[in-house]
C-alpha cells in the first residue's frame, strides 16, 4: 500500500515528442513511441489499416492519385518503377501502361517447345533491356490457332534477353507442342530503376592520379630499370639523379612482366601507385603487396607518374584505366508525377514524356497513351496542371531548344497537344535561376510553389504575353524529393535536405522538435522517394521517409499545424492520399511477403494489421524528478487514467536512475485493464521516466492524467 508520506503527482507531459536533446534535459515532456498521436494534448494509438485488394502489383509506387468521375465513380492511379496502375470502380487494379512502340512479326518468329514454359521471339534490333514487357496481340500460329496451346493474346510478359535480335518470356502454362508463328509485339514502358545507383566504372570520375602533361607532375619512361628478388616484396627502381624522397607515390602503366609475375601497372600486385619507401642516389625502392615468382635485375619497361610532393595519400586518386569506385553520379529512381484532366488523367514518369488515360474510353480501363504532339517535351521532370487548365513541365526540354532541369514550359490553355507558343495561344516557358535543376511542383492558393534544390518560385497567371510571372520567394530552402511538398489550408509546408519548412508568404523555419533525430535517420541515397501527404480528419502533415540502411519508406514523421506538435514512428508505406474521396486514408506499401498492395489506412473502429494482426504503440517520456535530484525519490504506487476498449490492455513500466549516467533500473511492465483502478510497485531513484505500450490486437487506448506517489527517501 501507498505510505502516508507519498504525495501523488499527475504525469501530464507536453505534447508531442521532444528529443532535440537528452531525455533528462527534455524534462516535462514526452520523449520517444510510436503509432501514437495527440489530440487535445493527449496522447492515443493510431488506428490500424487492412489491404484493399488481394491482388498484389509489381513494384513499389511512387505517386498516388485519388479522384471521383463526372458520375461520382471512384478512381485512383499509381505509378510504380514497374508499371501505371488504376484501381477501377470494380475494386480490381488494372495495368494501363502506356505502350510505346509496336512491331509485327512474321511467320517463325515466335516459337514454343512442348513441355516448356519458355517461348522465344525474334526480332531484330529489339532495344529491349531484361526484365521491360511486352504485351502480345493478334498471335497465332498462322492457321488461327494458338502456338503451342499457349494463350498469349491480350497478356503481357517480363522479357529475359537473348542477344539484341532476341529475347524469351515465361509462359504461364508449358506448352503442348513444339510450334512457330505470327504476332504484334506491343513494347510497354521500358521497366525503369527501382532504388538510387551510383555511377561507377571507367566514366564516372576523373584519372586523377597521374596524367601526361598535368601540372605538379612528372612523367619517367623507365626502359630496363626494374629489379625484383624471387619470394620478396621489395622493388628497386634505377632512375639517375632522381630529387624523390621517401614518402612520395608514384604511379605506372603499361609496364610489362618482371620477376615472372609482377605487372606494376595493374592491381594485383598493388599497382598501379606505389609508395616509396627508401632512396638512393641513382634509385628508389617500393614494396609490392605479394612477393614476385622470380629473380631479375635491370629488365622491364615502364611509364610512371609522379605526383606532387605534397601529397601525402593516394585516397581518391585513381589511375588510368582503373575503375572508379566511388562518384558524385547518381541515376535516379524512377518517379511518378500525376494530375487530374477533368476526370481524366495526365502522367509523367521523370526523364520521360506525357501519357494521358481516359476514363471513359472503355468499360474497361484501357492503356494509357502516349502525348505525341509536335514540340511535346518528351524528357520531363515532373507535371502539374496550372490554374487555367494548362499543362504545366517543369525540368524539360525549351521551345526549340535543348533540355534545361530548370526549364518550366506549359501548354495552351485547354490544350495539353499545342506547344508551340504563337500568338494565338498561350503556351510558353521560361528559365528559372538558383539552383541547378527543379525538384517539384505544389498548387497553392491562387499560385503555383515551385521548388529547385535550393530555392522556392512563386509562379502566378498574369495572362498578357508573358502568360505566367515568377518571383523568388526564398534561398537556402529548396525541396529535398519531388513529392515532399503538400498544401494545407493555403498554406505549403516541405521537407528540405536538413530542415522543415512552411510558407505563408514568406518562407518560415518550422520549430521541430525532433529535427536532429529524423535528419539523422534519413537514408540519403533514397531520399527521393520521400513522401508528403495530408491527413486531414486529424489535421496532420505526414513525410514517409526510408531511414538509415532500408532501401524503401520504413517511417513517418507527423507535423500538426493546429496543435503544433511533431511525432513519428515506423511503417510501410510509399504513397499516401487523403481521404476526400475514400472513406479513409489510402496508401500503398510492401507487406512482409515482400508483395505491394493498396491499403485503407486507418479506418474508423479498426486497430489491427492485415489479417488482424497484433500493431505495437508506444510512449515513453523523458525523465522527471524532485526538487532538481537533490533528493531520491521513491515510488510506490500508480493510478491509471486511461480510455480504452472493453477487451483491451496496457503495459505500464517505470525506469529509474540514480545519474543519468548509470545504468537504468526498470519495474514492471504492470498490466493495466479497463477495470484496474492502481498498480502497486516500489522503485527508487534520482530520476524516472515511464513508458506505456500496447501490443494487444484491437486495442484502442488513450491516456488522460495518471497519477504517482512519490516521497523523498533520503539524499543517496
Known amino acids: 500500500m501507498s505510505s502516508m508520506n507519498s504525495k501523488y503527482v499527475k504525469l501530464n507531459f507536453r505534447p508531442g515528442f521532444h528529443r532535440e536533446t537528452t531525455q533528462y534535459a527534455e524534462e516535462g515532456a514526452w520523449y520517444d513511441g510510436d503509432r501514437v498521436r495527440f489530440r487535445a494534448g493527449r496522447p492515443e494509438n493510431l488506428r490500424g489499416y487492412a489491404q484493399k485488394t488481394t491482388t498484389p502489383f509489381l513494384g513499389n509506387a511512387r505517386d498516388l492519385l485519388t479522384w471521383s468521375d463526372n458520375d461520382t465513380l471512384r478512381h485512383m492511379v499509381f505509378g510504380t518503377d514497374k508499371k501505371l496502375y488504376t484501381y477501377y470502380t470494380d475494386d480490381t487494379i488494372y495495368d494501363i501502361t502506356p505502350i510505346v512502340s509496336t512491331v509485327v512479326v512474321g511467320s517463325g518468329k515466335i516459337g514454343s517447345t512442348s513441355g516448356s514454359v519458355v517461348v522465344s521471339v525474334s526480332q531484330a534490333a529489339h532495344n529491349l533491356s531484361e526484365g521491360d514487357y511486352v504485351l502480345f496481340t493478334s498471335v497465332s500460329d498462322g492457321s488461327g490457332g494458338d502456338i503451342g496451346g499457349l494463350s498469349l493474346n491480350n497478356n503481357n510478359y517480363p522479357v529475359s534477353l537473348v542477344n539484341i535480335n532476341k529475347f524469351?518470356?515465361?509462359?504461364?502454362?508449358?506448352?503442348?507442342?513444339?510450334?512457330?508463328?505470327?504476332?504484334?509485339?506491343?513494347?510497354?514502358?521500358?521497366?525503369?530503376?527501382?532504388?538510387?545507383?551510383?555511377?561507377?566504372?571507367?566514366?564516372?570520375?576523373?584519372?586523377?592520379?597521374?596524367?601526361?602533361?598535368?601540372?605538379?607532375?612528372?612523367?619517367?619512361?623507365?626502359?630496363?630499370?626494374?629489379?625484383v628478388v624471387g619470394s620478396n616484396t621489395n622493388v628497386s627502381v634505377a632512375e639517375t639523379g632522381h630529387s624523390h624522397v621517401v614518402g612520395n607515390f608514384v604511379e605506372f602503366y603499361n609496364a610489362t612482366t618482371i620477376g615472372g609475375n609482377v605487372v606494376l601497372s595493374s592491381t594485383a600486385q598493388g599497382g598501379p601507385i606505389f609508395q616509396i619507401t627508401s632512396v638512393q642516389t641513382n634509385a628508389f625502392s617500393f614494396a609490392l603487396s605479394s612477393v614476385a615468382n622470380a629473380t631479375s635485375a635491370a629488365t622491364g619497361t615502364a611509364t610512371g607518374f609522379f605526383l606532387p610532393v605534397s601529397i601525402t595519400t593516394t585516397a581518391g586518386y585513381r589511375a588510368w584505366d582503373e575503375e572508379a569506385d566511388q562518384s558524385g553520379i547518381t541515376f535516379e529512381i524512377s518517379q511518378w508525377s500525376l494530375d487530374n484532366w477533368g476526370e481524366d488523367i495526365l502522367a509523367n514518369r521523370r526523364g520521360d514524356g506525357i501519357y494521358y488515360y481516359n476514363v471513359d474510353a472503355s468499360s474497361t480501363p484501357q492503356r494509357a497513351a502516349v502525348v505525341s504532339a509536335n514540340d511535346a517535351p518528351t524528357n520531363v521532370?515532373?507535371?502539374?496542371?496550372?490554374?487555367?487548365?494548362?499543362?504545366?513541365?517543369?525540368?524539360?526540354?525549351?521551345?526549340?531548344?535543348?533540355?534545361?532541369?530548370?526549364?518550366?514550359?506549359?501548354?495552351?490553355?485547354?490544350?495539353?497537344?499545342?506547344?508551340?507558343?504563337?500568338?494565338?495561344?498561350?503556351?510558353?516557358d521560361n528559365i528559372l535561376t538558383d539552383g541547378t535543376e527543379i525538384i517539384g511542383a505544389v498548387r497553392s492558393r491562387n499560385a503555383i510553389n515551385v521548388w529547385t534544390d535550393?530555392?522556392?518560385?512563386?509562379?502566378?497567371?498574369?495572362?498578357?504575353?508573358?502568360?505566367?510571372?515568377?518571383?523568388?520567394?526564398?534561398t537556402n530552402c529548396g525541396l529535398i524529393a519531388t513529392h515532399a511538398a503538400v498544401d494545407f489550408d493555403g498554406r505549403t509546408f516541405w521537407m528540405g535536405e536538413d530542415n522543415f519548412y512552411a510558407f505563408d508568404g514568406q518562407v518560415r523555419n518550422l520549430d521541430c522538435t525532433v529535427k536532429r533525430y529524423i535528419f539523422d535517420r534519413?537514408?540519403?541515397?533514397?531520399?527521393d522517394k520521400i513522401y508528403a501527404g495530408i491527413n486531414s480528419e486529424f489535421k496532420e502533415i505526414v513525410w514517409l521517409y526510408p531511414s538509415t540502411g532500408q532501401d524503401e519508406c520504413d517511417s513517418y514523421v507527423v507535423f500538426n499545424p493546429v496543435e503544433n506538435y511533431w511525432v513519428y514512428g515506423t511503417g510501410f508505406w510509399t504513397t499516401y492520399s487523403d481521404k476526400n474521396v475514400y472513406n479513409n486514408t489510402i496508401t500503398t506499401g510492401t507487406s512482409s511477403s515482400g508483395s505491394s498492395y493498396i491499403y485503407d489506412n486507418e479506418p474508423v473502429s479498426i486497430y489491427t494489421g492485415t489479417n488482424n494482426t497484433a500493431l505495437t504503440s508506444y510512449l515513453e517520456s523523458a525523465t522527471f524528478e524532485i526538487d532538481d535530484g537533490s533528493r531520491i525519490m521513491f515510488m510506490d504506487r500508480m493510478i491509471p487514467d486511461f480510455t480504452m476498449d472493453n477487451s483491451g490492455s496496457l503495459q505500464f513500466s517505470i525506469t529509474t536512475k540514480q545519474y543519468p549516467a548509470n545504468t537504468s533500473i526498470t519495474k514492471g511492465p504492470f498490466e493495466i485493464t479497463p477495470t484496474t483502478k492502481k498498480v502497486d510497485l516500489r522503485a527508487r531513484g534520482r530520476e524516472a521516466a515511464v513508458r506505456v505500450s500496447c501490443d494487444t490486437a484491437g486495442t484502442s487506448w488513450r491516456y488522460g492524467s495518471l497519477r504517482l506517489a512519490v516521497q523523498p527517501d533520503g539524499m543517496r
Open 381 to 428: 521532370r515532373t507535371i502539374l496542371l496550372g490554374p487555367k487548365r494548362q499543362l504545366i513541365c517543369f525540368g524539360c526540354s525549351v521551345f526549340g531548344g535543348d533540355y534545361s532541369p530548370m526549364a518550366v514550359r506549359w501548354a495552351d490553355t485547354e490544350d495539353f497537344n499545342q506547344w508551340t507558343p504563337s500568338a494565338t495561344n498561350t503556351s510558353g
Open 454 to 474: 535550393n530555392s522556392l518560385w512563386l509562379m502566378t497567371f498574369i495572362g498578357g504575353n508573358d502568360v505566367f510571372g515568377f518571383k523568388q520567394m526564398g
Open 522 to 527: 534519413i537514408n540519403k541515397t533514397n531520399k
Open 168 to 227: 524469351t518470356i515465361a509462359a504461364s502454362a508449358t506448352a503442348t507442342g513444339t510450334d512457330t508463328g505470327i504476332g504484334t509485339l506491343n513494347y510497354l514502358l521500358a521497366t525503369g530503376t527501382s532504388s538510387a545507383i551510383q555511377g561507377l566504372g571507367y566514366g564516372a570520375g576523373v584519372y586523377n592520379a597521374a596524367s601526361a602533361g598535368t601540372p605538379g607532375y612528372t612523367s619517367v619512361a623507365f626502359s630496363n630499370a626494374f629489379s
